[in-house]
């Protein structure tokens, strides 16, 4: 236990909120982010993981009070809102991040701006929420592509909500933390905090860009990759009677960003193959097209896919930029006979400016969720989340 019963009573307070809602939050989010399948948005976040588990772990904690759809709804957007804004005060947080996750920074921040419209905070002790999570804030990028990374999400997700329900008992922090070179700019070399516009025009954010939706669980990155390389096997097929003729490829060329952490040239394991650009241009060279099944193990090691690995190669042209707003992804395969083909990705299908059609959307998740829920389930939670803001009690969830 972190705190002896006396003093969780005292932290909580009204709230019929110990540990196990914290740590639903936690697992929650460890499992939204476990095979790197949630969405991303520009400039590069998770935004979805560390707030989603946090509210509805907090709208389970109520003895009394029934948390509406439309409450729900708010705070869930408050919390991206929150990630997005912090997010734009710096350029350096536009490109594909070197240093930290930061989905454990700003989505730590969102997850406890999002508790905190949930528990109806006024503006000071929203303020005290945002200072506390700050401290909570952070994690090296280093463990990218490790069986750690969803800790990450998990973190942020509990913390969040950690530091609400403390803000709302009273505990203090740095009311200025947003306006700080020491506070959220100790994580951005140029972070620029600006004034918001009134709420009369305010913006929000998820108007102007929507969020990335994956089709297959990898860095995001990988995916322009897969696209391209899909449709070089694509034309390869075509001119060899529908086989790959994988014993004439010389050597297959990558022009991509440079991303020291998803170049991984021989990934053993699933999480380094999800964080490999090599990993993921070979596997559509040879299958067309990726999947979940395309990073388990029989596949991960299989002969075939070895030896086109020792093959391929990384370029990375200097307009090629490491940001998911510009960058590009183009596959060549040289054939022995001379031969070269190539073709070139630079928006895939799920990407905000190409979103995934509702269709494909409910079968992403009716695939997701079929291993652990019964079809009915499936399309009941389906059907609640398109009418949520209608829902009266959204602890059916």
Not at 122 to 136: F, T, V, W
Not at 333 to 350: K, M, Q
């Amino acid at each position: 236990q972190i705190y002896s019963s006396d003093i969780s009573s005292t932290i909580w307070g009204h709230l019929d909120f110990r540990l196990p809602p914290l740590y639903a939050a936690f697992v929650n989010g460890v499992a939204v982010h476990s095979m790197d399948f949630d969405d991303t948005w520009h400039p590069a976040t998770h935004p979805s993981g560390a707030v989603l588990p946090a509210v509805i772990a907090l709208s389970e904690a109520f003895p009394q009070k029934k948390i509406s759809g439309l409450d729900l709804l708010l705070a869930f957007n408050v919390g991206i809102e929150v990630q997005g804004r912090l997010l734009h005060f710096s350029s350096e947080a536009r490109n594909i991040p070197k240093r930290f996750h930061p989905p454990t920074v700003v989505g730590t921040m969102g997850s406890a701006a999002a508790c905190a419209k949930l528990l109806a905070l006024d503006q000071l002790k929203c303020k005290n929420a945002l200072a506390i999570a700050a401290s909570y804030a952070g994690a090296p990028l280093a463990n990218a592509a490790t069986q750690t990374k969803p800790l990450h999400v998990g973190n942020a997700a509990k913390h969040g909500l950690e530091a609400a329900c403390l803000a709302s008992q009273g505990l203090q922090g740095n009311k200025q933390i947003l306006d700080m070179e020491s506070g959220i700019g100790a994580f951005y070399t140029d972070y620029s905090p600006q004034t918001l516009p009134t709420l009369q025009s305010y913006p929000w954010l998820l108007d102007q860009q929507d969020v990335a939706i994956k089709r297959f669980p990898a860095h995001l990155g990988t995916h322009w990759v897969a696209d391209a390389a899909s449709a070089v096997r694509r034309k390869l097929v075509e001119s060899s009677d529908n086989l790959l003729p994988l014993d004439k490829i010389e050597k297959v060329i990558l022009k991509v960003p440079e991303v020291k952490y998803v170049n991984r040239p021989s990934p053993t394991s699933e999480h380094e193959a999800r964080h490999s650009f090599q990993f993921v241009a070979c596997s559509a060279l040879l299958d067309g097209s990726m999947s979940v099944q395309s990073f388990a193990s029989e596949n991960i090691h299989r002969p075939a896919l070895r030896d086109l690995l020792c093959k391929t190669q990384l370029e990375h042209p200097p307009d090629n930029t490491p940001s998911f707003e510009s960058l590009y992804c183009e596959v060549s395969v040289t054939l022995w006979d001379g031969n070269t083909i190539s073709d070139r990705c630079d928006t895939f299908y799920g990407h905000w400016r190409k979103p995934l059609e509702k269709e494909d959307l409910e079968k992403k998740f009716q695939a997701n969720a079929s291993s652990v829920l019964p079809a009915e389930a499936t399309e009941h939670i389906i059907e609640t989340v398109y009418n949520l803001e209608k829902v009266q009690d959204c602890s059916i969830l």
